[in-house]
DNA sequence: TGCCGAACCTGAAAGC
DNA sequence: TGCTTTCAGGTTCGGC
């Protein structure tokens, strides 16, 4: 499941290989796969062809490719400018959005290789020396998808600075997202301040893309099993030094994922290449459950990791090493 | 205003 | 063997 070292991983292999190139063609095999792009396949395509990918940046889990582009157009979910189509000189910026939902997959390929099952956009790119010529987003189970939207200025230091150029313009659709705990520019005072004024348990927090983006269901119980802290902890009794010890956990095992290439439970995560990557074999709670907890059983505990439902999805905690607050309070 | 649950979606695995 | 049910989870949206 992409989370934020799957979508960084992809990042990078995507801006090796399409940066600077031009979109000749594009084909859109499934319309649901651009549903979030409001004004129909034919302006998808009519924003793509013949732009240029300048580079390829993120924030949180959004994926966006900045575009020059070599005709008036319509950013596509930006609102019309009076008028209609304005000249060259005065187009906002717009990019490529991508979003890899559950199953997304965004990879190069060569024209040669036969459709994948669940393939539902393809980029045509300019020819450039050997690499392969063609983007493809394929997409299980539909929950990602591609849009073109506007770029509008930031001042807060752009993206996150993931680009080869800093860039002072973000997605319009990315603007809302808080910063990751890899971002250079991540403020722990605000995320904390953020966390302290919700009135809910700490892993709906972590799961909220305002409070503090990239986190998932995977890495939420991996940070908060290195932390010691119960995925049901109100917000607002969240301590200094535990709010401390969280996000560095959450950077730690974030960054361990990173340089393992991702996580990957099955063939619905891989990086623009396609291969898998083998962070899950370092996962302490997620996914391990009845098996005893890695810390609790070195130095002689019964921990035993348990899986329990919250918010439509598994949880997996310790119960010794993670106690559950009494009475909804600590 | 902000929290929370439902809905979206498909294929694999489990159960019968 | 084949059909049905359950499960996986990021984001958006409507209800409260």
């Known amino acids: 499941m992409p989370e934020l070292p799957e979508v960084e991983v992809v990042r990078r292999g995507l801006a090796r290989w399409v940066r ?12 649901r796969s651009i549903r979030r792009h409001a004004l129909g396949t034919e302006d998808f395509i ?15 889990k959004f994926l966006w490719m900045p575009l020059r582009t070599e005709e008036p157009r319509s950013a596509g979910n930006a609102a019309e400018p009076p008028g209609g189509a304005v000249s060259v000189e005065t187009t906002p910026g717009v990019a490529l959005m991508a979003h890899l939902g559950m199953s997304g997959q965004l990879l190069m390929q060569d024209p040669a290789v036969p459709d994948e099952k669940h393939l539902k956009v393809r980029l045509r790119l300019s020819s450039s ?12 189970r539909i929950f990602g998808g591609l849009f073109v939207t506007s770029l509008v200025p930031t001042s807060d230091g752009g993206p996150g600075g993931q680009g080869e150029t800093p860039l002072p313009e973000i997605a319009e659709e990315a603007s809302h997202i808080a910063r990751d705990p890899l971002d250079a520019h991540f403020s722990f005072d605000e995320f904390y301040r953020k966390v302290k004024a919700r009135k809910t348990g700490l892993k709906r927090a972590l799961l909220d893309q305002g409070v503090i983006s990239g986190i998932g269901n995977i890495y939420a119980d991996e940070a908060l099993w290195r932390a010691r802290l119960h995925y049901a902890k109100p917000t607002d009794t969240l301590k200094r030094a535990d709010a401390v010890r969280l996000v560095d956990a959450a950077k730690e095992v974030m960054s361990d994922a990173l340089a ?43 921990g035993v990791i348990k899986r329990e ?22």
């Open 129 to 140: 020396d050997g690499m392969p010529e063609e983007l493809r987003f394929v997409d299980q």
């Open 20 to 31: 600077g190139r031009t979109i000749t063609a594009v084909e859109v095999l499934d319309p």
């Open 46 to 60: 009519g924003n793509l062809e013949n732009s240029t990918v300048l580079d390829v940046v993120r924030r949180g």
């Open 260 to 302: 393992a290439g991702g996580t990957s439970f099955d063939s619905l995560y891989v990086n623009v290449n396609g291969a898998s990557g083998y962070f899950a074999r370092s996962l302490d709670a997620y996914g391990r459950e009845g098996e005893p907890c890695m810390r609790c059983s070195a130095v002689g505990l019964p």
């Open 309 to 330: 439902q919250f918010m439509n999805r598994s949880s997996y905690t310790c119960p010794i090493c993670q106690p559950k607050p009494r009475n909804g309070r600590w």
